[in-house]
């Protein structure tokens, strides 16, 4: 059974950071692409930023380049999301992604991100 299980979320002021982590069981997060989107209230959800498998070339929203770095760690089967100089449109549920040839494979339950002014 494939589960992503994020955690890292949590209340930060503007300006700050926070990382997120989604642990992977039942697939290996090297042979999939990986990604992070997110949802914020009344909106509907949008990629924030991916890693693809092997070579793991990167892509970023316009809205986060610069910002926030993707990254993942093979021994520990994790996959990262550092989010740095936090805005208030950053707040919203984060969602950890798998996708083999396109298609997805598993969804986390979401982890909360708020930002305050």
């Known amino acids: 059974q494939v589960q992503l299980a994020e955690s890292g979320g949590g209340l930060v002021q503007a300006g700050g950071s926070l990382r997120l982590s989604c642990a992977a069981s039942g697939i290996i997060v090297s042979l999939n692409a990986m990604a992070w989107y997110r949802q914020a209230p009344g909106k509907q959800r949008e990629l924030v930023a991916s890693?693809?498998?092997?070579?793991?070339?990167?892509r970023y929203a316009d809205s986060v380049k610069g910002r926030f770095t993707i990254s993942r760690d093979n021994d520990k089967n994790t996959v990262f999301l550092q989010m740095n100089s936090l805005k208030p449109e950053d707040t919203a549920v984060y969602y950890c992604?798998?996708?083999?040839?396109?298609?997805?494979?598993?969804w986390g339950q979401g982890t909360q991100v708020s930002v305050s002014s």
């Open positions: 992604n798998a996708k083999m040839y396109g298609r997805d494979v598993a």
């Open positions: 890693i693809i498998s092997g070579g793991g070339s990167t």
